[in-house]
């Protein structure tokens, strides 16, 4: 009796011992299986470690223009009426902080988005006439540049101009303007802000030539600007008509465009 009781757990120990013995050489044959996928995952990221490494640390962005003295390139218009929106560009702008200052007043507070513009709107009501304009912050105050402000189309019941032809060309290019209440003799052409004159006409029509250089006018009671020559580049110009009694027209635009090619 206890014969058969040993065979018997001796039977049963076999079965769990063969069974686990298979068990075990299944898992061997599934991991072998997986070894070559599991390598190949390690060494993906090894590699993504090795390019992280390898990968230099990005340069902090510089804070733009926030230490020197302001300087000013440009004013964008450096003419118009009393009310317009100029830009000022330059350089040593503050991100804030920043004050305009002008004989026409002092503005404090004017932010810069980048350090090299600024946006400001000219004062209204303002006489016409040239007027400086500053920049000032912490790094001290910029030199100045001239603005100047035209009272908008005062006189024009009087005096107005219909058509400018041709409306473009370049540098030299002769213009003649049309319309009603130009004097015989000394009528100023405006140019931008420089002024052609001494101008005959018939009453309805002018003659002018594209200046080179555009140069800032005097105004009495008002310092003449030191540095008053600027090149004329391609871009749209202002044009209008003052007569001799002073009375100034509207405005209608001229677009100065290239240098024709010389022929070789």
């Known amino acids: 009796m206890h014969h058969k009781h040993f065979l018997v757990f001796f039977g049963v120990l076999a079965?769990?011992?063969f069974g686990s013995t298979i068990t075990l050489a299944v898992k061997n044959i599934t991991l072998e299986n997986q070894l070559p996928t599991l390598n190949a995952k390690i060494a993906g990221l090894q590699s993504q470690v090795i390019a992280l490494q390898e990968t230099p640390t990005p340069?902090?962005?510089?804070?733009p223009a926030t230490t020197g003295v302001p300087i000013l390139n440009a004013l964008y218009p450096n003419f118009g009426a009393p009310g317009i929106m100029i830009a000022i560009s330059g350089s040593g702008f503050r991100l804030t902080g920043n004050t305009i200052k002008s004989d026409f007043g002092t503005f404090p507070d004017i932010p810069s988005r980048d350090g090299k513009y600024l946006?400001?709107?000219?004062?209204?009501?303002?006489?016409s006439g040239i007027y400086y304009i500053a920049v000032l912050n912490n790094g001290g105050i910029s030199q100045t540049l001239p603005f100047i402000v035209q009272s908008p189309t005062a006189n024009s019941k009087n005096i107005s101009i219909k058509a400018v032809k041709p409306s473009f060309g370049p540098v030299g290019t002769k213009v003649t303007i049309t319309g009603r209440g130009f004097s015989k003799t000394k009528n100023t052409v405006n140019f931008d802000y420089s002024r052609i004159e001494n101008i005959k006409s018939n009453g309805t029509s002018l003659?002018?030539?594209v200046p080179q250089y555009l140069v800032y006018p005097c105004v009495a009671g008002k310092p003449c600007p030191t540095n008053n020559w600027q090149a004329v580049t391609p871009?749209?110009?202002a044009v209008s008509v003052?007569?001799?009694?002073?009375?100034?027209?509207?405005?209608?635009?001229f677009s100065v465009t290239p240098p024709k090619a010389t022929p070789r």
Request: without cysteine.
């Open 15 to 17: 079965v769990i011992l």
């Open 59 to 63: 340069k902090p962005t510089p804070t």
């Open 119 to 127: 946006g400001f709107m000219i004062p209204k009501p303002l006489e």
């Open 207 to 209: 003659l002018f030539v």
């Open 235 to 237: 871009r749209d110009y």
């Open 242 to 253: 003052t007569n001799a009694k002073g009375q100034r027209s509207n405005l209608l635009m």
